[in-house]
């Protein structure tokens, strides 16, 4: 079974609005990653944080970390319609556990 | 600089055929990925490579799948006696690589879109 489990499955907003994406996991990790997916592409490199991490940002995105309760959040503020895609949480350290992503919607 | 490439993008195949998939790194990346991704599932871990041998081959399904990287850059994916359930996109990623437990940040190429009627 995968490690990542992210939710929402889907998330339709409108342009400018915040998104909010989360992930669970079930075992100790070193890290948590955030790919994003545009349909039928590879995958894209968003942003990682690290066990003894709580928050990481990075322009638009911020990535909370709460190794308590094995959890993430990947908020995407003032959204655009260029962020429409698949975004995925995979953690391990060299063979990535991948979640079955959230799809996200922003409208115009 | 280039990125991971995979060719074909798309390959389309009929039942018990063999298809090989063919992945480039990025050069100088050690470690080299191969995943399999379903439509509306997040990719599933295939194999893994550091330089030329594969570290974990934990996630091939089966004897049918089997791959390659003799020289410890391009890798070949190969499939036996293809069958429908094998449809997917397989993804290739590369990494600059690093004892086990490290972080990498992998790079993942565009995909090959395989199809078996």
């Known amino acids: 079974s995968q490690q990542g489990e992210e939710d929402p499955q889907a998330l339709s907003i409108q342009e400018g609005e915040n998104a909010t994406m989360n992930c669970s996991y079930k075992?100790?990790?070193?890290?948590l990653q955030w790919y994003r997916q545009n349909s039928g592409r590879g995958l894209v490199h968003l942003i990682l944080?690290?066990?003894?991490?709580r928050e990481k940002h990075s322009g638009r995105l911020r990535v909370t970390l709460d190794t308590s309760k094995k959890s993430s959040s990947l908020l995407i503020t003032a959204s655009r319609a260029a962020d429409t895609a698949s975004y995925f949480c995979?953690?391990?350290?060299?063979?990535?556990?991948f979640g079955p992503g959230t799809r996200l919607s922003v409208l115009p | 600089g280039a990125g991971v490439s995979q060719t074909p993008s798309n390959k389309v195949t009929e039942k018990g055929k063999y298809v090989e998939l063919r992945c480039d790194p990025i050069s100088g990346h050690t470690a080299l990925y191969w995943y399999r991704q379903s439509l509306g599932q997040g990719p599933e871990f295939l194999i893994y490579?550091?330089?030329?041998?594969?570290?974990?081959d934990s996630g091939l399904p089966n004897d049918r799948f089997f791959a390659v990287r003799p020289e410890g850059s391009v890798s070949t994916l190969k499939i036996q006696r293809t069958e429908r359930g094998d449809s997917a996109m397989y993804l290739c990623?590369?990494?600059?690589?690093?004892?086990?437990?490290?972080?990498?940040?992998?790079?993942f190429g565009p995909g090959t879109r395989l199809t078996v009627l």
């Open positions: 490579f550091q330089g030329t041998g594969a570290a974990d």
């Open positions: 944080i690290r066990s003894n991490e």
């Open positions: 995979a953690t391990g350290g060299q063979n990535f556990v």
């Open positions: 990623a590369s990494s600059q690589g690093g004892t086990s437990g490290s972080y990498n940040e992998q790079f």
């Open positions: 075992t100790s990790i070193n890290n």
